[in-house]
């Protein structure tokens, strides 16, 4: 059963969005037409109209079987596929030079991360239903089960920003779990609401201690491939210092917006319907090459290369520009699978404003295109990250640059021309 349409958190009435996700309706496979169109509805309501799916989803029928093979197993694997496609198509970027793992090293690291997920979920699930007495809720272990995946669900969604250490940043939007765990948490274990702040923050406590231990443990047990595999906890330690670094922000009128717009089935509602954006392929390298300069910011190219991956699922193309103490890494990538989210993203007004003794880091919508830039004076390292056509990020690096020089030289490429190729495709 779900409740009546009684508050202005409704989702849009459709037989998707009320459909029972975790209920012990769904035997099919999750990849089947009707549990895709569940899952969409499912994650769409709980990130938009969360006051409401929770209602729903405390009067659904539900078994814990049943949640992990409709909801956990699918979102779950969203970070880890994301860090596996970056890290082997794109490489890792360190301290100005990337790193490309081997296929054993990157794959073993993306499967202990989705099993250590699938079991913290579980996990996180037994702790959250033994705390619940003890804030004067009840004890259930299904109900605390929901609770576990569903307000895990705006982290594991974001996690596909992972594909690209430029969109990393964006991995703060997923916060918003705590806030979804906020509200589900006394909803669902029938806790008291004076104490419903304490018992969210003893589980909020448990999820970085279980986020660390994941981290570790994925870095631990893949070590024997890699040496430098830390990703889980290296971009935990990332999200924390950038909490207490600098000022970022994510519009609430935009969120409401968006959900609005969903709720009415317009464009926004048809990104989270077809996340991919395209079922186009992305665009090929030798294209994307073409536009690499034969000299930038002054400098002579010295080196290009370009990838893709099979499928049309990615494509990239990279040129180095100079020697010695001055010189740019350029590389244009084109995220064909994650267009619709990064557009969504891109809706919602995320800025970031970090200042220090010795330069800033920024990120925020300039000319209608999320553009990030990052320059230290000490170092004389430059960065300059534009999210073109909402699919294609085209970054650069640079040693002995000036950042203003890095800038002039990336907006004289010929970026109207992807847009173009992107509108195209």
Request: hydrophobic residues 45%; without cysteine; proline residues 5%.
């Amino acid at each position: 059963m779900t409740t009546p349409d009684s508050t202005k958190d409704q989702a849009a009435p459709d037989a998707a969005s009320h459909a029972p996700a975790g209920s012990e309706a769904e035997g099919a496979a999750w990849n089947s037409p009707e549990a895709r169109a569940q899952l969409t509805a499912r994650v769409r309501n709980i990130l938009f109209t969360p006051r409401t799916e929770w209602q729903r989803i405390d009067q659904e029928p539900a078994s814990i079987a049943g949640i992990y093979s409709r909801h956990v197993l699918p979102l779950a694997a969203i970070p880890p596929i994301a860090t596996l496609i970056g890290s082997l198509v794109f490489g890792v970027s360190v301290l100005g030079m990337t790193y490309r793992p081997s296929v054993a090293s990157a794959l073993t690291s993306a499967v202990v991360q989705y099993g250590l997920t699938l079991a913290g979920i579980f996990v996180l699930g037994l702790v959250i239903n033994w705390l619940a007495p003890k804030f004067g809720g009840a004890a259930d272990k299904v109900r605390a089960f929901k609770v576990a995946a569903y307000s895990a669900t705006a982290a594991w969604v974001v996690g596909v920003f992972n594909i690209l250490p430029a969109l990393s940043v964006l991995t703060v939007l997923g916060l918003y779990s705590l806030y979804l765990l906020y509200l589900g948490l006394p909803l669902l274990m029938k806790a008291p609401k004076e104490k419903a702040l304490a018992y969210t923050g003893v589980v909020v406590l448990v999820m970085v201690i279980g986020g660390l231990l994941i981290g570790s443990l994925t870095a631990a047990l893949t070590r024997p491939f890699a040496s430098d595999n830390a990703i889980g906890s290296a971009a935990i330690a990332d999200m924390v210092e950038s909490l207490g670094e600098g000022d970022e922000t994510v519009n609430s009128a935009d969120i409401a917006g968006l959900a609005e717009s969903m709720a009415a089935g317009d464009q926004a509602g048809a990104i989270l319907q077809n996340p991919m954006g395209s079922q186009s392929a992305a665009i090929d390298p030798k294209r994307l090459a073409s536009l690499l300069p034969q000299n930038l910011a002054g400098l002579p190219v010295t080196e290009t290369q370009n990838a893709s991956v099979g499928g049309g699922l990615g494509s990239s193309a990279e040129a180095r520009y100079g020697s010695g103490d001055r010189t740019v890494s350029v590389e244009m990538v084109d995220m064909a699978p994650i267009g619709g989210i990064s557009a969504m993203a891109s809706s919602l007004s995320v800025q970031r404003d970090r200042k220090t003794a010795t330069g800033y880091e920024r990120l925020g919508q300039v000319n209608g295109r999320m553009t990030g830039e990052k320059w230290d004076s000490v170092s004389k390292r430059s960065e300059y990250n534009i999210l073109v056509g909402n699919r294609v990020m085209v970054s650069a690096e640079g040693r002995g640059v000036e950042i203003d020089v890095l800038k002039a030289a990336i907006n004289d490429l010929d970026l109207d021309a992807i847009e173009a190729a992107v509108a195209r495709k």
